[in-house]
């Protein structure tokens, strides 16, 4: 079994560690305070060709394997976790999808802005009670001449409120069941459809998160994305690639983790030594370490399996459950580590604590995950 990354994958994660150290983490603290999308990092990741790694070089993209996309998402994650999930948002879920279902028209008009950067993808799925029961939505798409006519509310919409293409999913025929749901590429300024205000989270606060309401919103019939009907399996195809994109996330969190308590125990004397000399800190840090690594592997052998082109639906789950719940773990134990420093504005591993939580929420909770794994595994 080979476990090293090829000189190119190690050239992009340098590349991409070298871009986060200068133009993201110096702002990370400043983005999170106030909420703020940082357009300015955004347009530099356009310029970079980062926006679009997976992606072919005819569609506007790197045309580097999936692998090396996941690498650049947890670099950024280690500075800032909100840039690193809008990164995964735009290049994992909204353009893979169009890139796996959308027609040769579809790939030039919206993938190809959007894998240069020039344009920023949205998912658009959850509603505000519809979350793991995607079946509970109650979005429609009427059929109407030559337009689809979507009514509806969705909710928890990541870059709701900066997106320029929304990959909204709707019922085309609710009677239908599994088969009743479609999806739609619907360009930001469309009359019917209203991005909400960005909610004021706990975490990942730069990261912007709205409601998405849609009131008689006339979508050409061309922009419905593949086949209607098949908008439940794309979806859930791109639930499979954002885990693994949140397993990133998670791991360059828990790396941040480790270099700030590294850095702290090392620098904090008490009793006349580093408290790194300390069993208890120790230890601590040797777990963050181990399961760092666990974490890793996991995340890399679903990305692999992606580039492989064999089924990675339970691996995406195993990875995003793990790495989630090893990030919230040691954010707390990073906390500890600091002690009443950690616990004030301004340290980093306060920040990494709160954006930790929601890896073990959206894409699929904790739970929703255990019941992917559970069904592959017991079938």
């Known amino acids: 079994m080979e476990f090293k990354l090829t000189e190119e994958q190690e050239l992009i994660r340098k590349n991409m560690r070298e871009f986060a150290d200068k133009y993201v983490e110096p702002i990370a603290a400043e983005i999170d305070e106030n909420s703020r999308h940082p357009a300015e990092v955004f347009k530099l990741l356009a310029e970079g060709d980062w926006m679009g790694i997976p992606i072919p070089g005819e569609y506007g993209g790197a045309g580097a394997d999936y ?85 509806g509310t969705k909710t928890f919409t990541s870059n709701g409120p900066t997106g320029d293409f929304y990959m909204v999913f709707a019922w085309t025929d609710k009677a239908a069941g599994r088969k009743g749901m479609s999806c739609f590429i619907i360009p930001r300024g469309t009359p019917g459809m209203t991005p909400g205000e960005h909610f004021r989270k706990m975490g990942l606060r730069s990261s912007q998160t709205s409601e ?8 050409p019939k061309e922009n419905l994305l593949g086949k209607e009907g098949a908008g439940l399996v794309m979806a859930m195809a791109g639930f499979d690639h954002g885990r693994v994109g949140i397993a990133a996330q998670s791991v360059g969190i828990i790396q941040a983790a480790l270099d700030e308590s590294i850095r702290y125990s090392k620098e ?52 995003k459950l793990f790495a989630s719940e090893a990030a919230m ?41 255990r019941m992917v794994i559970s069904g592959n595994v017991l079938r």
């Open 67 to 151: 692998l090396t996309h996941i690498l650049a998402v947890e670099e950024l994650s280690r500075s800032c976790a909100s840039t690193g999930f809008t990164v995964s948002i735009h290049v994992g879920i909204a353009c893979m999808l169009v890139l796996l279902n959308g027609t040769e028209e579809q790939k030039k008009k919206y993938l190809t802005p959007m894998a240069k950067g020039e344009k920023l993808g949205a998912f658009v799925l959850t509603e505000p009670g519809a979350g793991t029961d995607v079946m509970a939505a109650t979005t429609t798409a009427v059929l109407d001449g030559d337009a689809y006519v979507l009514n």
């Open 329 to 369: 773990r040691h954010t707390i134990k990073a906390v500890q580590i600091h002690g009443g420093y950690g616990y004030c504005k301004g340290a980093k591993v306060e920040r990494l604590f709160r954006d930790a939580k929601i890896t073990e929420i959206y894409e699929g909770t904790s739970e929703a995950q």
């Open 268 to 319: 904090r004397v008490q009793f006349g030594n580093p408290i790194s000399r300390n069993q208890a800190i120790s230890w601590m840090i040797a777990n963050m370490a181990t399961e760092l690594q666990a974490a890793r592997f996991l995340t890399y052998h679903a990305a692999w399996l992606k580039d492989q082109k064999q089924g990675f639906s339970k691996e995406a789950a195993m990875a």
């Open 212 to 219: 998405m309401v849609f009131k008689d919103c006339r979508v």
